[in-house]
Each structure stands twice: as structure tokens, then as C-alpha cells.
């Protein structure tokens, strides 16, 4: 079990992997942004950062992919995308698999969307050994994370899904406290690199 592990991080870590690892988060992120184009085309300019959610954290993703290429950590881009990545991931999980009970039927598009936003919040913890953020970049993160809930669900900027108008404050109430979740994820996360370094 022990040398499949070394075989699965050597293979996830080889420069070749997270190359194709980048190109497809960048395919990802740009078509994410096309997705949101209706949205965005109603959309006030100064809500434009905060209404695709999970391009923006598959960008975040692409950020620290780079780090890794060049030897380095970019250590905000990667709580960012660690906590978004997961969050923005299980909640269109969520939200499409309630679209399915609510209609009976979920297209092809919806699928795809529930298998590509698992694989997002798979890799951002197949990734947890090479994140070096701090105490203070999960404090920033959170701070992102959460305002980004309050433009949501307060100014109603959140993405256009039929059964959120359905449901606002129940879908709300679960977001705010996956995103709760998320960043006490990154917390711990945070404070035991701090408990192994101080060893």
C-alpha cells in the first residue's frame, strides 16, 4: 500500500502530470467564464468578480499548479483554491443532484457539471501535501469566501439555478455553512504544518 502511494504521488507530482493538470484547469476556467456569460451580461460590473464562482477557484488552482512548476508556493492562491475548489465543487454536486430529485431528469450537461465539480474537490485534497499556506492566508481566504456568500445570497448574485429560487434561504443557509466547513478544513490544515514544523 505504502509504495502504490509513493507510485500515485510521484505520478501526481511529475512535471508532465501537472502540466496536463494546468492545461485542463485552464480549459476548465475559460470555459466556466463562457458558461456565465448570460449571467454576467445582466450582471452589474461591480458584482462581475463574484458571480462565476467556480472558474474563479479553478484559476485560483491554475495559480498554484505554476508555483509548483517553477519551485515555488504561491500560498494565498493555494488556500484559495483549497477551500473554493471544494466548496464551489460539492455545492454544483448539490445543486444538480437537487435539480435531479426536483425534475426526475438531469441532461447531459448537468452530468458533466457533477462529474467535473467532483473532480475539482477531489483534487484539491489529492493535492493537501504540497499547500504551505498559513494561519493568515486561511484568515484572507475566509474572509473571500464568506463575502462572496453575503453577495450571493444578500445581493442575489448567486449562479442561475431554477430550484435556488426554489429554495433561496435553505440553499443559503447549506452554502454558508459548506463554506463554514471549508475553511475550518484549511484551519486545521494550516495548524498542523505550524505543530509539524515547531517538531
Given amino acids: 500500500m505504502k509504495a ?5 504521488w510521484y505520478v501526481l507530482n511529475h512535471r508532465a502530470f501537472l502540466t496536463l493538470l494546468l492545461i485542463i484547469n485552464l480549459l476548465g476556467t475559460i470555459y466556466g467564464y463562457y458558461w456565465y ?6 450582471t452589474e460590473p461591480i458584482y462581475y468578480i463574484f458571480v462565476p464562482d467556480s472558474p474563479t477557484a479553478s484559476l485560483f488552482f491554475c495559480f498554484a499548479i505554476i508555483g509548483w512548476l517553477i519551485g515555488r508556493n504561491f500560498k494565498l492562491m493555494e488556500v484559495l483554491a483549497f477551500i473554493t475548489l471544494i466548496k464551489y465543487g460539492l455545492w454544483a454536486v448539490a445543486m444538480n443532484l437537487l435539480t435531479f430529485a426536483e425534475n426526475g431528469q438531469l441532461g447531459t450537461d448537468g452530468w458533466m457539471l457533477v462529474a467535473s465539480h467532483f473532480l475539482m474537490a477531489v483534487q484539491a485534497v489529492l493535492y493537501l501535501p504540497n499547500y504551505r499556506f ?23 448574485q448567486m449562479p ?14 447549506f ?3 459548506l463554506s463554514v466547513a471549508c475553511i475550518i478544513f484549511a484551519f486545521l490544515e ?4 505550524e505543530y509539524l514544523q515547531q517538531d
Wanted: glycine share 6%; net charge positive.
Fill in 4 to 8: 502504490y502511494m509513493m507510485q500515485l
Fill in 37 to 42: 456569460r448570460g449571467q454576467l451580461a445582466v
Fill in 134 to 156: 498559513k494561519m493568515w492566508h486561511v484568515m484572507v481566504a475566509a474572509i473571500w469566501t464568506l463575502h462572496n456568500d453575503i453577495i450571493d445570497y444578500l445581493f442575489g
Fill in 160 to 173: 442561475f439555478y431554477r430550484v435556488i429560487y426554489q429554495y433561496p434561504s435553505e440553499i443559503g443557509y
Fill in 175 to 177: 452554502t454558508f455553512w
Fill in 190 to 193: 494550516s495548524r498542523k504544518r
